[in-house]
C-alpha cells in the first residue's frame, strides 16, 4: 500500500530565503507526483504535475524533481515572499486511481 | 469558470440529519472523486467513479452514498449524520488516460455536525 511522506511537518523561514520541501513515497510505481498548496479554510490549487519520465518540473520561482528510484521528490521555493505562506501537499498517482496523499508541510515565511 | 465547483461551501447541521453535497466539473473529465480531509488535515480517498460508475470505495460507512447522474456531476448524500463527520470534503476530477492525469479539486465543502 502507497505510503507518503512529507517532512518537515512544519517550517518557518524569513523572507528571500531560498528552501526544500521534501516528499517520500513507498511504492515507486507510480504514474505521476503532484504538488499542490492550500490555504487556511481553502481548496487545493495545483502548483506542478511530474509524469514518471519526467525529473522536473519548473514553474516561476518553484522548481520540483523526482526521483522514482529512490522513491523521493522535492519542491524548491526560490526567494520565498510572505505571500507563499500555506500547506504544501504532494501526492502521487497511478494510472487514474486516486492520489495519494502527505500529511503537507505548512511553511510560514515571515516578513 | 470555475472548473471544480461544490456547493456548499459551507454546512452546519444537527446530528441524525441526512445532508447531500453536490459536484459539478466542467473540464469534460471522464473520472470524479471524492476526498475527506480530516482535522488533522490529512487527505485520504473516499470514493472514486469512472463514466459514472463506481470504481473505488474506500472503507467508508455505508450512510455515505455517491451518485453520479452524469460524467459531469458527482453528488455525495450523508444519512444520518454523526459528530465524527465533521470535515471538509473535496470533489476532484481528472481524465482517464494512459499517461499521468493531473488532478483538479474544488474548493471544499466544509462539514460541521452539532
Known amino acids: 500500500k502507497q505510503e507518503v511522506t512529507q517532512i518537515p511537518a512544519a517550517l518557518s523561514v524569513p523572507e528571500g530565503e531560498n528552501l526544500v520541501l521534501n516528499c517520500s513515497f513507498t511504492d515507486s510505481a507510480i504514474y505521476n507526483l503532484q504538488w499542490f498548496r492550500q490555504d487556511p479554510g481553502k481548496g487545493l490549487t495545483s502548483l506542478l504535475l511530474i509524469q514518471s519520465s519526467q525529473r522536473e518540473q519548473t514553474s516561476g520561482r518553484l522548481n520540483a524533481s523526482l526521483d522514482k528510484s529512490s522513491g523521493r521528490s522535492t519542491l524548491y521555493i526560490a526567494a520565498s515572499q510572505p505571500g507563499d505562506s500555506a500547506t504544501y501537499l504532494c501526492?502521487?498517482?497511478?494510472?487514474?486511481?486516486?492520489?495519494?496523499f502527505g500529511k503537507g508541510t505548512r511553511l510560514s515565511v515571515i516578513a | 469558470d470555475t472548473a471544480v465547483s461544490q456547493t456548499p461551501k459551507y454546512l452546519v447541521t444537527q446530528m441524525g440529519n441526512d445532508k447531500s453535497i453536490k459536484c459539478e466539473q466542467n473540464?469534460?473529465?471522464?473520472?470524479m472523486y471524492w476526498y475527506k480531509q480530516d482535522s488533522k488535515k490529512f487527505l485520504k480517498i473516499m470514493f472514486s467513479y469512472n463514466n459514472k460508475e463506481l470504481i473505488i470505495n474506500e472503507t467508508v460507512p455505508n450512510r455515505f452514498s455517491p451518485k453520479s447522474p452524469d460524467k459531469a456531476h458527482l453528488n455525495l448524500h450523508i444519512n444520518s449524520l454523526e459528530l465524527g463527520d465533521s470535515a471538509v470534503y473535496f470533489c476532484?476530477?481528472?481524465?482517464?488516460?494512459?499517461?499521468?492525469?493531473?488532478?483538479?479539486f474544488g474548493q471544499g465543502t466544509r462539514l460541521t455536525v452539532v
Open positions: 501526492a502521487v498517482g497511478k494510472g487514474n486511481t486516486p492520489l495519494v
Open positions: 473540464l469534460g473529465h471522464d473520472t
Open positions: 476532484a476530477s481528472s481524465q482517464e488516460s494512459p499517461g499521468a492525469p493531473e488532478a483538479f
